[in-house]
């Protein structure tokens, strides 16, 4: 059973930037993993995801150009680089994984059996 436990979160104005961290145990290397974001009053999207061995990556189009996921397995840790924060950007970010056999990732919210608490990130003037 993997768990994950995220952390980076923060306040930081628009333009500026965070790096969330998600810890992971439980055989990780069997996993990929994904974050998602929840803004207030609404719904959980997906936001990027990354293959057990890091070669995949998929982001959603509107962090496209802004974001970088990277993990290191050496580390146990999947890492999210958010760069030219807006403040649509606010929300609470999970970080989830699923166990599979493939090189591949989706971030698909129904597709993800373990997930984190999940860490808040304000970006705000």
């Known amino acids: 059973q993997l768990q994950l436990v995220e952390s980076g979160g923060g306040s930081v104005q628009p333009g500026g930037s965070l790096r969330l961290s998600c810890a992971l145990s439980?055989?990780?290397?069997?996993?990929?993993v994904a974050w998602f974001r929840q803004a207030p009053g609404k719904e959980r999207e997906g936001v990027s995801c990354?293959?057990?061995?890091?070669?995949?990556?998929n982001y959603a189009d509107s962090v496209k150009g802004r974001f970088t996921i990277s993990r290191d397995n050496a580390k146990n840790t999947v890492y999210l680089q958010m760069n030219s924060l807006k403040p649509e950007d606010t929300g609470v970010y999970y970080c989830?994984?699923?166990?599979?056999?493939?090189?591949?990732?989706?971030?698909?919210?129904?597709?993800?059996?373990?997930w984190g608490k999940g860490t808040l990130v304000t970006v705000s003037s």
């Open positions: 989830a994984g699923r166990y599979t056999a493939q090189e591949m990732c989706v971030h698909r919210e129904g597709d993800m059996a373990n």
């Open positions: 439980g055989f990780p290397l069997n996993y990929y």
């Open positions: 990354i293959s057990r061995g890091g070669g995949v990556t």
